[in-house]
C-alpha cells in the first residue's frame, strides 16, 4: 500500500535542546506539529471507535503530548530504549512508522505491526528499542532494563525510558524494577505520569494522601524531581537535563510529571465519577491551546492554520487509506507462536573425552560452555555468584567469568525475569535460575504473558532460558513444587526435563540456542545421584525428542524426571516377578509435545500408563493421555492408568511427603491392579 506524503514538517523526529533558542519558531512549530498530530489523530481514533470501525478499546493520550512529545523527539532513536504506555500515542507517532501503520494496528488490519494479534496501543517496535507494553501495568519496567542493559553491554551509551501512571506506581514491578536499576546503576528515567486517576479512583484512593511519588526515589537511593503541566518547550528543557545526566553518569532517575488524562480513562468511560467541576479544571490546564497561540505569536496565525490543515488532510488521507487495508487472515497463526529454530550453534566438540558427573555438575559444565563459547550468554538468579547458587550448579562461573556474565540477583523475580526478558529481546542470552521452581510464581506474568507472547505479538524473539529446580525432597509445600502443568498451560513456551547427567548437559545447550522462552525443569532429587559419564554429544538436539528407555509389549509407560528412575525400577521389577515386559519412554521435552514415536508403541501395546510426580488433577499426565487416546485408530484394551501425585500441597514430614507422592511400591501396586 502506498501511504500518503507527510507533511515535510514531520520529517524531522529529533529534537535538541539547544534548537529552542538556537531557531525558536521553526522548533516550535515543530514540536506543535507532532503535539497537534498526536491530539487530532487520537481523537479520529476515538470517533471511529464510535462508530464501530475500531474494535477492543481506545485509551487517549489526549493531555499527555506536551511531555510525550519532546520526551521522545529528545531521545537518540537509534539506541535508546523505550516501552511506551497506553497514555503515549504521541510517542509511538514521534518513535517512527508512518501513521498509516499506526492505523493499521487500531484498526487490526492485516498490515498493523502486530499481525492484528494485539490492538489498541499494545504495540512497539522492538527493531528500533521499542518494547511493545503489555496490558499488565508496571510489567513493562524491568524489560526496559535488560533492554538498555543490553545496548549498554553492546557498547553504546543508551538510555532506557520506563513510564508508568500513578496507579502503577503501587505495582510490585515498579518497585521492585527501580530498585534493581539503581542497583544495577542502570541509565533509566523512570516516567510516572500522574493525571491523578488510575480509571475511576483518585489517587487519595491509592496512596497516602500528601505522598509526593518522585521523593520515592531517595528510597531507592536515585535521584527523582517533579515537572508540572504546562510549556513544551520548558519540558522539553528540563527533560534534556535529566537525559543528558542519565546518560552520563548511568544512574537511574525518576521524574514525576502531573499530566491531564482529558478523555477520561477510555473510550467507553462515561467519567461521571470525576468530582464537580473537576472536567473543566482539566480542560483549563491544557497547555496544548496555549502552545498553539504562543507559536502563532511567532510564526503567524496564517503558518499556525495552514499546519493544522496540512496535518488533518494528512490524517484523513490515512484513515482512508488504512480503512482499505484488508482484514488479517488466521493462516500463519499457529506457525507464529514461536520463533523458528535456528541453525545449531558452532560448538566445540568439547569435551570430547567422558567425565564422570552429577547431574549438578554437568548443568555447571553445560554453562561453563556457554559462557566460554558465546559471549552474548549471561547467568543470574538468586546467590548464584560467589555462593554458586541454592544447588551449586553455578559453582565457580563468577570466579572465571566474572560480574558482568554471572551475577547475583535481588529477591524480584518479576523484575529481574523482566530484565532478562528485555536482554533477551536485545540480543542475549541470558540464563536465569530460579532458586526453586515455586518462586517463579512470583514470575508467572513475565513468563506467561511477556515473554511467551512476545514472539507470537511482534515477530521479535526472546531467546530465554529459565532454570527450574523443582520435585519435592522433604522441603515442603514452598519449596517443592512441580509446575509444568501449571506453565505449559499457557501458549508459547518450551520446556525440557532431562532425567540423566548428559541428557541435562544436552538440555542446557540446546535450550540455550533456541530462540523462545525455555523451562528447564531439575528435579532436585537428581543433582546428585551419582556420577555419569558426560561428554559432547553431537546429537545433543535429541533432547527436543523422548527416548525410549526399555522395550517391551504388554503395555507403553511415559513418565519424565525423576519418575524415569522409579519407572524403571518398576519394569524390571515387573519383568522378573509378573513376566509382563513394559515399554518405558522418557518424555525428556514436554513442550513442543512429540508422540510421534509414543503413539506407535501404544498401537503396539494397546495400554498405556502415564506417570509423573506432580498432581494429577489438571497434570501433565491428562494432556499426554488425552493427545494419544485422540491420535489412536483403534481402542485401547484396558482405561489408561495415570499414576501422579495426590491432590494436595505437598506435605512435609517425610512419612507424608512419601505417601503424596508416586513411590515404587504404589505405582507396582497400581499397575498389578490393572493389570488384574
Ligand atoms: C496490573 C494491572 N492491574 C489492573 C489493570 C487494569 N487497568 C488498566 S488501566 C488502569 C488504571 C491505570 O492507572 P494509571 O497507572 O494511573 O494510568 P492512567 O490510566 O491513569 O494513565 C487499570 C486499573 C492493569 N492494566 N494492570
Ligand atoms: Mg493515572
Sequence with gaps: MAFPKAPAILDSHDLSVAQITEDPTETRLRIYAWMHLARFANNRLLELFRQGLIRGTVTGGQGNEWMIVPLTLLADKKKDVISLTHRDFGGQLVWGRHLCEHLNQYFANADSPTHAREGNIHYGDPANHSLPMISHLGAMCGPVLGATDSQRRFGRDSVGFAFFGDGSSSTGDVHEAMNLASLMSLPIVFVIENNGYAYSTPTDEQFQQGTELWRRAAGYGM???????????????????????????????????????????????????????????????????????????????????????????????????????????????????????????????????????????ALNAALRKLLAERPESIVLGQDIATYGGAFKVTENLFKEFGRSRVFNTPLAESACTGYAIGLAVGGHRPVEEFQFADFATEAMTQITLNAATFHFRSGASCPLVLRMPCGAVGLGSFHSQELESVFLAMPGIKALYPSDPQDAFNALLAASEDNNPVLLFEHKGLYRRGKHPVKWDPAYRGIWHPKRVREGGYATLVTYGEMVHLAAEVCEYLASEYETEIELFDLRCLSPLDLSQIVPSVEKTGRLIVLHEGRRTHGFGAEVVARIVEARLTPLKAPPLRIAALDLPVPFAHELEAAFRPSKDGVIQAITGWIS
Excluded at 313 to 323: G, P, Q, R, S
Excluded at 353 to 358: G, V
Design 223 to 361: 535521584e527523582g524531581l517533579v515537572i508540572d503541566c504546562g510549556d513544551p518547550c520548558d519540558t522539553a528543557t528540563a527533560l534534556g537535563s535529566v537525559i543528558d545526566r542519565v546518560r552520563s553518569t548511568s544512574r537511574p532517575m525518576l521524574v514525576e510529571v502531573k499530566t491531564l488524562r482529558l478523555r477520561g480513562h477510555a473510550a467507553y468511560d462515561t467519567c461521571d465519577y470525576l468530582r464537580p467541576g473537576e472536567a473543566d479544571k482539566f480542560l483549563a490546564a491544557d497547555p496544548l491551546p496555549r502552545f498553539r497561540a504562543s507559536v502563532a505569536a511567532l510564526a503567524g496565525a496564517g503558518r499556525v492554520d495552514a499546519l493544522d490543515a496540512e496535518i488533518v488532510k494528512f490524517v484523513e488521507e490515512c484513515i482512508t487509506a488504512t480503512i482499505a487495508v484488508p482484514r488479517p487472515s488466521p493462516a500463519g497463526m499457529e506457525k507464529d507462536l514461536f520463533a523458528p529454530v535456528p541453525a545449531a550453534f558452532p560448538w566445540k566438540p568439547e569435551p570430547a573425552a567422558p567425565e564422570n558427573l552429577t547431574m549438578a555438575q
